[in-house]
């Protein structure tokens, strides 16, 4: 069953069933009785009182805050409770509840009533209110009514408490409001009720706006994030990294979402975010995919994968996060915005039912009354309001409506007046512009001729009238006829028969089918342009004869249908013409006439009239719309496309007659007359239900506004007259109930009665509400199917354009005032069309301008500022991580635009900066005031210094990572103002120094840690631009530079104590490191010193080089002092060895060597200037420590060759002539000296190679220089003892010597040059003459001097 189609009998038993189970019967009481039911209000107030959602809704009303409803004394006015509305003489208007208290104390409540509302008809204050559920009481009295039918609509006086007296007509406080509530909560259901009845028309029958998807980004919305999906999320990417998501991710995507999590999913301002209604999926999707951006381009190239590549499979991974588990229904309820487009009637019936809180039986009602599902009662609908409207202009009518505006100048009303007619006019031509579809006449079809331009034989009702052509009443019908089967003939053989139909010369036939199976079921398509068309039918036998030409002919009959015949398979009984047929044919015929859409009725009727039809009799009326204005009533006969006669219906009244005398005609029964001045036509029919019909179609085409009443037939039993009541035909029967549920009066009230504009307003509000509640973040902006039924309401019932974007920027204001996110683009829109209306620039082309406009406009303009001003102040929680995009470069445009003077006027730029500066600047003091009281720096001022300082680089850093967040997020929008925007940052950290100060005033003179504060801020501050050497960063400077002087100071005078207690009387050179204990941590803190200096990254080049200079001078200073104590211990250390040949160098004086070394190689690092390549800040550093070295060299070198020198000396005691050579001969020495010195050689060559680490410098040369001056010398103490002959020991030592000093001091590396010269070989000839000379002498073979060259070089 369709959703609106109830007139059946089920349905009105169902609605009867319905009414018994709400009506409550109401026993009447006399004002005696009334003492006894002292609680009867209080439960009535109780039982009756609106529900949760209902007093929320009625607490944010307009009328609900200002209760401005008037007040009147029944017994002075009378108060219109019919159908439709009062009119104004019937109501008057007081101020409000609080000015009529004093009314309730003087008068007896049972005489005061509620007047009316935005042109509503608002019940008594005292009235009864059991009603069903939002539906308004009924209009009818209590005692001209049945008992049956009291309660749903009942608008009888409430029973009032009384006091003890009966006297007394006082009540109480708490009754009064009570009662108060009661009426307020009764006349917001009257309205919404008739607010809805106006949507449902606009819904029905749109005709100035078109429903369009959305065009452009900002109308696209997405799904909006709840709390209880934010708390999803956050739980699925605390599940990722806690590894209980089985998604593979490398350490970069992991952190990347550990910084998201951190930052963005756990921040607060997202969670306002959400409470705003301004988030969605979209966004957490681009705040990521920004972060990860950043990150990806800080990573090195990698062959073979692109960073694209990278990007996506992040966001890929990302998807798989956020969806969780529910990755189907995420996906699922993200496609839903596909209902974001296009609505259907249905669909927006229901959308408003939701709004104004409609339930569906209520809604039934009226859409069946309202006749919604035709579309020529809406198109009447419209022409009767707008008829309406014009005869209301035209006879000054409106100017005696309450609501009549002011204008701001008295000139601008006949203005106005001009304004209402162009809108009406505009209103006609786009009801014009509604196509009235017509039938198209195929290219087969006989078209009318076209020699004259004018119908014959057509009478014009009235000489000015528009003359019609006739085609522009041409009809075009289609027509299907089926021939099915034939019943009765009964012929012998085996015949084959078939039939054809012919209709405007085109005939069509069926196919053959034998005698005993007369069966075709074949169907024939026609087209006409005749009303009342003739189609023949014959009936043929099939011919075997091959002689004969035609068929034979059987049977025949003309079908003469209408549109309005029945398209049902019937029996028709043939005309036999042959005689050989005794028998009755009957031919099964479905014949389907399709009625085009500019025939509105037809049917037949008796009509009579004064200038056409002047005879009274039966004929063929067809009513045709040529227009939306234009109809005409056509008689037409059989067979005929053009009219006989014709009627333009423009100016007729059209209502039920009674039947006149003279106009007695056999079947005319029910009359009908169409009158207008100077002429009339009545019309009858034979049935009562035809008449409704014609009548109702006739009312629709003449726009009339007075709608005919059927009169009530009696008829006579048992002697008395009884309303005889059949079943009404469905419109009047949803009509009757209508007013049976209290209904009708919203259906019959004249759209001309209302305030609109305030309707409107409501409208719109209520509009809004549900809009901001659903699912998608709309942020402001209606669907496409509001912004359709809002354009079209205003359009049909001219609000005014300024007052409509007036009262939506007044309901967006109030959303953004309490916290939720609205659109600044939809606010702009609104007010640059206001702003160009109050300035008389006609963006809608009215020039009028009320003085509520420019009033209401003001205050718009005054509170847009504030709350602009706001935002901006608090941009970064009002925008939280620039989102919406582009929403806070929006609302800097739009400031621009509320701040001009004038809308042509050019726009004062130093006004614009200095509000925005004042509102930045008060953004510094909200910002640091609320991370400080994140930081908790208040409660740290009463802890230990080191805690507060603690506190205080905690705060650092998250005033660091805030002012990064404005920089990514928010800095693009102050493009214009980034001078205004640094004020704000050097004004935000101009805060902190505050509080930096107070921590630092409490620490320790000598507490280091205060320079990680420094390193933190400085390190940001030379990242920024804008800040680097700005205010903030050169009182970090002044704070911090006596500090770092202190710190430099403190560090010299330790590290000089260290050198002179170290080698004074700690240092025992034991080697650490590259040297000694001392010098090892001299070395370390110079170079930790520099270090911590330049990791500082002073931002004053000047004192930055002052520094660096004053550490290299250190440096260089504590380095000589160390070469000077070195050399000291040495020759200490030297003096106190022995000097034989068991001195052995000490292993003290390699850690010296080794300590003058390390000193050499740092001073390369910490003496010299940054940036300098050969010059040396102190170069003779460098000098000293080389004269140190070789100083240690030479004196050890100088030991060794003592050593060779006493070695030879004992030698020289065994030469020629000597007294103690006999001596020592007897001793029989073989080769013991040799031995002792190699031993001392080989010792101490080890202790130089293994002990002294300065790569080989140190040992390399002073191995070469003993080996090539041990050569020397003995060369020499050869050459001295030329003319003399060794002695055998002699010549063992030596031999022994030179050959084991070659070997060993070869194998340490010394240079082949400087073993084999001139010096050695003459040792090795000389060594072999006497080696050979004394063979000689003792009779032995000697070795060659060849042999002795093999046995050294072995």
């Known amino acids: 069953m369709s959703l609106h189609s109830s007139s059946s009998d089920d349905n009105d038993d169902f609605y009867d069933y319905q009414d018994e189970i709400l009506r409550t019967p109401i026993v009447e009481h006399t004002p005696s009785e009334y003492s006894g039911r002292r609680d009867f209000v209080d439960s009535h107030s109780h039982s009756h009182s609106p529900s949760a959602s209902n007093q929320n809704h009625l607490s944010s009303s307009p009328y609900h805050q200002n209760p401005g409803y008037a007040y009147r004394q029944r017994g002075s006015t009378k108060s219109n409770h019919s159908g439709s509305s009062g009119s104004p003489a019937s109501t008057s208007r007081a101020p409000s509840f609080e000015n009529t208290k004093q009314a309730f104390a003087g008068s007896s409540l049972d005489t005061v009533s509620i007047g009316s509302v935005g042109g509503l008809s608002v019940p008594p204050s005292n009235y009864d209110a059991r009603s069903y559920d939002g539906l308004s009481l009924h209009s009818t009295p209590r005692h001209d009514r049945p008992h049956s039918l009291r309660g749903i609509g009942d608008r009888s006086p409430l029973p009032l408490r009384r006091g003890g007296s009966p006297t007394s007509s006082v009540i109480s406080d708490r009754e009064r409001e009570d009662i108060e509530q009661i009426n307020v909560e009764e006349v917001e259901k009257r309205r919404r009720i008739q607010i809805y009845v106006f949507v449902l028309r606009c819904i029905a029958f749109p005709f100035n706006a078109k429903q369009k998807p959305p065009q452009h980004d900002m109308q696209k919305r997405q799904a909006k994030i709840s709390k209880q999906e934010l708390t999803k999320i956050k739980e699925n990417f605390h599940a990722f990294l806690s590894g209980e998501m089985q998604i593979m991710a490398d350490e970069a995507f992991k952190n990347a979402v550990q910084s998201y999590y951190e930052v963005f999913l756990k921040s607060e301002r997202v969670t306002s975010m959400v409470r705003s209604g301004a988030c969605s999926a979209n966004d957490f999707r681009e705040v990521f995919k920004n972060n990860i951006e950043k990150r990806v381009r800080c990573l090195p190239e990698i062959d073979g994968l692109a960073k694209e590549t990278v990007l ?52 039934l009602i009226l859409f069946n009354a309202l006749q919604l599902d035709n579309p020529d009662e809406q198109a009447a609908q419209v022409r009767r309001e707008l008829t309406s409207r014009q005869q209301q202009i035209d006879s000054g009518g409106f100017k005696m409506k309450p609501w009549k505006p002011r204008f701001i100048v008295k000139e601008m009303e006949p203005i106005n007046i001009d304004e209402l007619n162009t809108q009406i ?74 039939c054809t139909m012919e209709m405007d ?147 007729f009244t ?131 199917g509001q912004s359709f039924i809002l354009d079209e309401y205003a359009a049909r019932y001219c609000v005014r354009g300024c007052h409509r974007y007036l009262s939506y920027m007044s309901d967006l204001l109030d959303k953004a005032e309490n916290g939720l996110m609205i659109d600044p683009n939809i606010i702009h829109y609104s007010f640059a069309f206001c702003a160009a209306h109050v300035h008389g620039n006609k963006p809608d082309g009215l ?21 602009l001003e706001h935002q901006i102040t608090h941009f970064r929680y009002c925008f939280p991580f620039g989102r919406p995009d582009g929403a806070l470069k929006s609302t800097l445009s739009l400031l621009e635009k509320v701040l001009m003077k004038e809308l042509t006027s050019n726009m004062s730029v130093e006004e614009v900066r200095s509000v925005i500066t004042k509102c930045l600047k008060d953004a510094a003091l909200v910002n640091y005031t609320r991370i400080s009281e994140f930081a908790k720096i208040e409660e740290a001022a009463h802890k230990d210094p080191a805690d507060r300082l603690e506190d205080i680089i905690h705060l650092a850093g998250l005033c660091i990572e805030v002012l990064q967040q404005n920089e990514e997020h928010h800095a693009e929008a102050f493009t214009w103002f980034a001078d205004v925007l640094l004020e704000h940052n050097e004004m935000f950290w101009s805060l902190f120094t505050v509080d930096m100060d107070a921590c630092l005033e409490t620490q320790h003179p000598e507490n280091w840690e205060i320079f990680s504060l420094f390193s933190l801020l400085n390190s940001y501050l030379l990242t920024d631009k804008n800040l680097v050497h700005g205010e903030f960063h050169k009182h970090l400077k002044d704070i911090f530079a006596p500090q770092v002087v202190r710190y430099v100071d403190l560090m010299q005078s330790s590290i000089a104590q260290s050198v002179h207690k170290g080698f004074t009387s700690k240092e025992k050179w034991e080697p650490k490191g590259a040297g000694c204990v001392t010098s090892d941590d001299v070395l370390w803190k110079l170079d930790a010193l520099q270090t911590f200096i330049k990791e500082l990254q002073w931002p004053d080049d000047v004192f930055a080089e002052h520094l660096e200079g004053r550490l290299k001078l250190m440096a260089s200073d504590m380095m000589e002092a160390m070469g000077n104590r070195t050399i000291s211990a040495f020759g200490s250390m030297l003096s106190r060895c022995s000097k034989g040949l068991d001195f052995v160098v000490p292993s003290e004086i390699c850690v010296m060597v080794n300590t003058l070394s390390d000193c050499k190689a740092q001073a390369l690092k910490l003496c010299i200037m940054a940036g300098e390549s050969t010059h040396r800040y102190h170069i003779h550093i460098e000098e000293y420590l080389e004269s140190a070295i070789k100083h240690i060299l030479d004196s050890l070198l100088e030991r060794f060759l003592l050593v060779l020198d ?35 050689v080989f010792g101490n060559m080890d202790m130089i190679c293994n002990k002294i680490t300065d790569d080989g410098y140190f040992g390399n040369t002073l191995l070469e220089m003993w080996y090539g001056q041990q050569v020397d010398i003995i060369h020499k103490w050869l050459a001295e003892r030329v003319e003399m002959t060794l002695h055998p020991y002699q010549l063992t030592c030596l031999i022994h010597i030179i050959k084991r000093l070659r070997h060993d001091f070869e194998l340490q590396g010394t240079l082949c040059e400087e073993i084999s010269n001139s010096a050695y070989d003459a040792i090795c000839k000389r060594l072999s003459v006497e080696e050979t000379s004394q063979a000689v002498n003792e009779s032995r073979p000697a070795r060659t001097l060849a042999s002795l060259s093999v046995d050294l070089d072995t």
């Open 505 to 651: 010369g085109l005939k069509l036939q069926t196919g053959l089918t034998p005698v005993s199976k007369p069966f075709w079921s074949t169907q024939g398509d026609f087209t006409t342009t005749q009303p009342l068309p003739n189609i023949k039918i014959k009936l043929y036998m099939e011919n075997s004869s091959i002689i004969s030409i035609d068929d034979k002919e059987l049977a025949k009959i003309t079908l003469k249908p209408t549109a309005t015949s029945s398209k049902n398979a019937q029996l028709y009984t043939l005309t036999t013409t042959d005689k050989k047929i005794q028998e009755q044919l009957q031919l099964r015929v479905e014949v389907k006439m399709e009625k085009p859409q500019n025939m509105k009725y037809c049917g037949y009727l008796y009509a009579a009239g004064k200038k056409i039809w002047r005879t009274l009799k039966k004929r063929y009326f067809v009513l045709v719309q040529v227009s939306q204005y234009t109809f005409t009533v056509c008689s037409y006969r059989e067979r005929k496309t053009e009219p006989t006669e014709m009627l333009h219906l423009k100016g």
């Open 654 to 784: 059209v209502d039920y007659s009674e039947a006149h005398p003279d106009m007695d005609c056999n079947g005319a029964q029910y009359y009908f007359n169409a009158v207008k001045e100077g002429d009339s036509v009545t019309f009858a029919t034979d049935d009562m239900y035809e008449r409704y019909n014609w009548v109702q179609a006739l009312c629709r085409a003449t726009g009339q506004s007075h709608k005919p009443t059927p009169p009530v037939i009696t008829t006579t039993a048992n002697g008395g007259n009884t309303p005889n009541l059949p079943n009404l035909p469905k419109g009047q029967g949803e009509i009757d109930r209508a007013r049976k549920h209290g209904l009708d009066e919203y259906v019959s009230a004249d759209p001309c009665e209302f305030n609109h504009a305030e309707l409107f307003q409501s409208l719109q509000s209520l509009t809004l509400e549900y809009r901001m509640n659903d699912a998608y973040t709309c942020l402001g902006w209606f669907s496409p």
């Open 1206 to 1240: 006493i070695t030879l000396q004992k030698l020289k005691r065994y030469d020629e002539g000597s007294f103690l050579k006999s001596i020592l001969t007897l001793t029989k020495p073989t080769n013991e000296l040799g031995q002792e010195y190699i031993i001392f």
């Open 847 to 867: 020039g009028t301008i009320t003085v509520a406009e420019k009033q209401k406009f003001d205050e718009i303009k005054s509170r847009l500022r504030a709350l």
């Open 425 to 498: 006019l505009q209103l006609k031509s786009n009801l014009e512009s509604v196509p009235v579809k017509g039938g198209t006449i195929p290219k087969h079809t006989k078209k009318p001729s076209r020699q004259s331009n004018t119908l014959p034989k057509i009478d014009v009702a009235e000489e000015g009238d528009q003359h019609l052509s006739k085609m522009d009443v041409v009809l075009s019908f289609g027509i299907e006829v089926k021939i099915i089967d034939l019943k009765g003939l009964k012929m012998p053989g085996n015949k084959n028969i078939y």
């Open 312 to 363: 996506s499979n992040w966001m890929t991974k990302f998807d798989l996060i956020y969806r969780g588990n529910d990755g189907d229904q995420r996906s699922q309820r993200t496609s839903t915005t596909t209902n974001e487009l296009i609505l259907s009637k249905e669909q927006l019936y229901e959308m408003f039912q939701n709004i104004f809180n409609i339930k569906n039986y209520d809604h």
